[in-house]
């Protein structure tokens, strides 16, 4: 009998990336194997986002292609995962007959038995053409992967199926407990959820013992995590330093945080453990005190000031990556001047820049949306030009430096390889071998762009010998 093969689409955040590994890792261990591409799936599955129209339009657009598809193809079983499955599901499940499954992003726990039940009635269908008269909807306690005690379903992760080798997603934690009128995020996925440190250590031993050199931690607001485990003295700078007692694992970051939680322990963490990545995800999203309140942030941009002057007289090396949200109901061009001049300022290496779009059910979505949509994409193209200045500044100033580089895999220009530093800094080098994947190795930068380095790969004993010479320049700067 052939396998069922399955096509899974994941829109959205990391988080969403990490759901659709464990959802296919769920699938293979019941023998299902991943199709090419969607037109030759049996099971074809849409792990969806809610935080921007845009990643639902994208879906709804899939979604209508679907139902073409499936007039012709009654045996297809198609499913709606994650947060727009929650959002949407009154929708879905009383006006797209051709949507079998509506799976909220907490509920992924018995997804296999979900999708074999689909498949079976689906293939019955088929045979006897008849109308379909059942679907399933599942939203309850059943979390992927939580080895942890959090629910009842206890499911051992899977680490072998990831998409890369020496990298890998980890969850601490799910949902989110803060008030942020803008967002969806804690209507569809619930309250903040953190799991035990004791179980993490575990599951990244695991990924370790199978190759992966970096893990990036993930949640909704990360650095807030432990604070539901109660008794347990558990927080993130805690958690930091159990894992990076694991000899394997060379790099360890954390996404995304919140202005709020950058605690006193957590900044000296970052500073005294090398294996921790030199930047910090810490959306400001305005840099308007007035646009902040609105936002329900909870910190002004003095606060923020604070805690970054903070974080750099310990870690001077960290660079910061931001998130903005240009054209929330009431900003001003004097609100959003400042947010221009405090993104210059701080000056940012990376930025995540969105126009705001009204969410069903956030508190924004509750008063006008009065800034003209010209305004929104004005303001979005000039703090896109004022981010991209700072990034090529940021860039131009590694010209001539040796940096180390985790390889991930063929750039998309021919004959390159392509790779991040601790700095999450995005470097390309000349080299077609494909057995670089997952190695450290050292390139000399010669040439900035906008969002990316361009270097030529050394040689160990040159790298070593150009460490030599910078740690001696440096000495003799002390002396002087």
């Not at 900035?448 to 790969?457: E, I, K, M, N």
Request: proline residues 4%; contains cysteine.
């Amino acid at each position: 009998m052939t396998e069922p093969r399955y096509h899974l689409t994941s829109y959205g955040c990391q988080m969403n990336k990490l759901d659709s590994e464990l959802v296919e890792a769920r699938l293979q261990q019941r023998g299902y194997r991943p199709a090419v591409d969607e037109e030759d799936a049996d099971v074809v599955l849409i792990n969806t986002c809610s935080v921007r129209q845009h990643a639902e339009d994208r879906v709804w657009s899939k979604l209508g292609k679907l139902r073409v598809r499936k007039r012709t193809e009654p045996s297809l079983v198609v499913g709606v995962l994650g947060c727009m499955a929650q959002e949407h599901k009154r929708y879905m499940l009383s006006r797209m007959p051709h949507v079998d499954m509506v799976v909220g992003p907490s509920a992924f726990g018995d997804i296999d038995d979900t999708i074999e039940e689909a498949r079976v009635k689906n293939a019955r269908i088929a045979a006897e053409r008849a109308p379909a008269n059942t679907r399933h909807e599942v939203f309850g306690a059943n979390m992927l992967s939580v080895d942890d005690g959090v629910s009842g379903d206890r499911i051992r992760r899977d680490v072998k199926v990831r998409p890369v080798k020496s990298q890998a997603y980890m969850s601490i934690m799910r949902g989110c407990n803060m008030p942020c009128s803008y967002c969806i995020v804690p209507t569809t996925r619930g309250d903040e959820v953190s799991r035990p440190i004791a179980t993490l250590v575990d599951e990244a031993n695991r990924l370790c013992d199978d190759g992966v050199t970096e893990i990036t931690l993930l949640g909704q607001t990360v650095n807030a995590y432990g604070r539901d485990l109660k008794g347990q003295g558990a927080d993130l700078s805690k958690l930091l330093r159990a894992l990076h007692e694991i000899p394997a694992l060379r790099r360890l970051a954390f996404i995304t945080s919140h202005p709020n939680f950058l605690s006193p322990d957590l900044i000296t963490a970052m500073a005294e453990l090398p294996k921790v990545a030199k930047f910090l995800h810490l959306p400001a999203q305005s840099g308007s005190n007035r646009v902040l309140k609105a936002m329900r942030r909870g910190y002004t941009v003095e606060r923020y000031r604070k805690r970054i002057d903070q974080l750099w007289a310990q870690a001077p090396d960290i660079e910061l990556h931001s998130d903005w949200i240009v054209g929330h109901p009431g900003e001003t061009e004097e609100d959003f001047e400042q947010t221009v001049q405090f993104c210059k300022e701080i000056g940012f290496a990376q930025s995540y820049i969105f126009k705001y779009s009204p969410r069903p059910g956030t508190l924004s979505s509750e008063v006008e949306d009065d800034v003209p949509t010209a305004d929104k994409e004005r303001r979005n193209q000039v703090l896109l030009a004022t981010q991209e200045e700072l990034s090529i500044a940021k860039n131009r100033a590694l010209i001539g430096s040796t940096v180390e580089v985790l390889v991930e895999g063929q750039s998309k220009v021919a004959g390159r390889m392509t790779g991040r530093t601790a700095q999450h800094r995005l470097v390309h080098f000349e080299s077609d071998d494909a057995g670089l994947v997952g190695q450290y190795v050292p390139v000399r930068v010669r040439e900035a762009l906008s969002h990316s380095c361009v270097g030529d790969l050394l040689a160990q004993d040159a790298a070593e010998e150009s460490a030599r010479d910078r740690a001696a320049a440096a000495g003799a700067g002390s002396v002087a």
